[in-house]
Nanobody
Framework: QVQLVESGGGLVQAGGSLRLSCAAAGLTFSSRTMGWFRQAPGKEHESVAV????????SYADSVQGRFIISRDNAKSTLYLQMNSLKPEDTAVYYC?????????????????WGQGIQVTVSS
């Protein structure tokens, strides 16, 4: 049974930082592209950042480029998202997702497994 469990969300003031983690189990983590997505109330699902299975290739949404950093520890089967200089518009439920094997994409339909999501709220 595949499990992706996010942690590290919460409430933070604008300009602050948070670090999200996603612990994976039941899949070969090191063979999967991993991604962070988010969904704010009334908005569509948005790709935030993705990282290739080896960790050497990353891609970010324009809205978070330069503020967020995605990383992974394949030995620990854990994905991270360091979020700095947070803005109120970053408020959303953040999801960790595992891509289908041998794919690298930011399209949600290319992701096979999803976590339950975690709330991030940035106050102004």
């Amino acid at each position: 049974q595949v499990q992706l469990v996010e942690s590290g969300g919460g409430l933070v003031q604008a300009g602050g930082s948070l670090r999200l983690s996603c612990a994976a189990a039941g899949l070969t983590f090191s063979s999967r592209t991993m991604g962070w997505f988010r969904q704010a109330p009334g908005k569509e699902h948005e790709s935030v950042a993705v990282i290739h299975r080896g960790g050497g290739i990353t891609s970010y949404a324009d809205s978070v480029q330069g503020r967020f950093i995605i990383s992974r520890d394949n030995a620990k089967s854990t994905l991270y998202l360091q979020m700095n200089s947070l803005k109120p518009e970053d408020t959303a439920v953040y999801y960790c997702a595992a891509g289908y094997s041998d794919t690298y994409s930011r399209e949600p339909e290319k992701y096979e497994y999803w976590g339950q999501g975690i709330q991030v709220t940035v106050s102004s």
